[in-house]
């Protein structure tokens, strides 16, 4: 069986709020679930106390276990210092084009040659 530590949609439309749950990876989203171990309410501001909370000596001994943990709740967890943080690497196609590279080198230049005239 694989175990997902993952988050439950509940609330009504456009108000949700969400619990943490250890669920099998195969049972609905909304659906049934081994255990629930805290709760998030992204309609709280950020700095709220009551946004996120979690029983993290559950969620540990659930990843102790063999339970993976979603993108979302692995944030929530490397923010409490439970695991490490997933490392992203930034992919090429977010750098700039070869257009956009000469403009900006084009605009360096001006910039240079207008410093010197003043």
Sequence with gaps: MALRIRLARGG??????????????????????I???????????QDHAD????????AKAWLGKGAIATDRVHRFLA????????????PQKSKPKKKAQERAEAAAKAA?????AA
């Design 12 to 33: 009504t439309k456009k108000r949700p709020h969400y619990s943490v749950v250890v669920a099998d990876s195969h049972s609905p989203r909304d659906g049934r679930f």
């Design 35 to 45: 255990e629930k171990i805290g709760f998030y309410n992204p309609m709280l501001p």
């Design 51 to 58: 946004r996120i909370k979690l029983d993290l000596d559950k």
């Design 79 to 90: 923010d409490a210092g439970l695991v490490k943080p997933l490392s992203r690497s930034n």
């Design 112 to 116: 240079e040659v207008g410093g010197e």
